[in-house]
């Protein structure tokens, strides 16, 4: 079956260390995986975009990595800072410019100062 | 630039009643989309318009859920009657085709509780 698994259980980490965020699919072929930020109440935020050719993105203290043979994405924040706390959501794009995303449940980030 | 904006944030009525939802998208997206998250659930695509057209519709869950966008400005989701479990939060989106075209942007979501 087809599905996205991302770390049910919150992530606590300490103000300054770098905090990663695995999402790991299993039988899709996605052309894309983006990260998405959700605040408690707020709709998702769009963080980062990966393509199936690429391994690795940067953007400031934010870095994905994608492993189309593994079939798994991580999130990584450097530096991390309380402001960072959040739920992280990871979703597949299958086919470009179709905007249906599938997304996973989310990862709940917690930094503590 | 005004974001994607969705009302009403909030809503709470009773089975078997009707509730409207509406986005108002980012101007000049020709793109919506509607997506929404039930309780311990993660967030599903629900259909896509490409300005009046409807692009994909294989995530509306039942014919109790109609969607429009007639002008291919803003949008309107009705849920007519409405059932328990449509309960959650309904969100919007919204980007341009071409170019970019795979930034997609919520609105901050339209909060239905049904009971």
């Known amino acids: 079956s087809q599905k996205i698994e991302q770390n049910s259980e919150a992530l606590n980490i300490q103000e300054g260390k770098t905090a990663t965020l695995t999402c790991n699919y299993t039988?899709?072929?996605?052309?894309?995986l983006q990260w998405y930020r959700q605040d408690p109440g707020r709709g998702p935020v769009f963080l980062l975009l990966?393509?199936?050719?690429?391994k690795e993105k940067r953007k400031e203290r934010l870095k994905v990595t994608f492993d189309t043979t593994l079939k798994q994405s991580l999130f990584h924040i450097t530096a991390s800072q309380p402001a960072d706390s959040a739920t992280y959501l990871c979703a597949l794009l299958l086919r470009s410019n179709t905007g249906k995303l599938i997304f996973g449940q989310g990862t709940t980030l917690q930094v503590k100062p | 630039e005004a974001g994607v904006t969705q009302f009403p944030s909030h809503s709470v009525i009773e089975k078997g009643q009707t509730v409207t939802l509406r986005c108002d998208p980012i101007?000049?997206?020709?793109?919506l989309y509607w997506y929404r998250r039930v309780m311990g659930k993660e967030i599903k695509f629900l259909l896509h318009?490409?300005?009046?057209?409807?692009?994909?519709e294989s995530g509306m869950p039942n014919n109790r859920f109609l969607a429009e966008r007639t002008g291919g400005t803003y949008s309107t989701l009705k849920v007519q009657p409405a059932e328990l479990e449509d309960s959650g939060v309904y969100f919007c989106a919204s980007n341009n085709r071409g170019l970019g075209g795979n930034t997609i942007y919520f609105g901050e979501g339209s909060w239905l509780t049904v009971v």
């Open positions: 039988n899709y072929s996605p052309a894309y």
């Open positions: 101007s000049g997206h020709d793109n």
């Open positions: 990966i393509r199936e050719n690429e």
């Open positions: 318009f490409v300005k009046e057209s409807k692009q994909d």
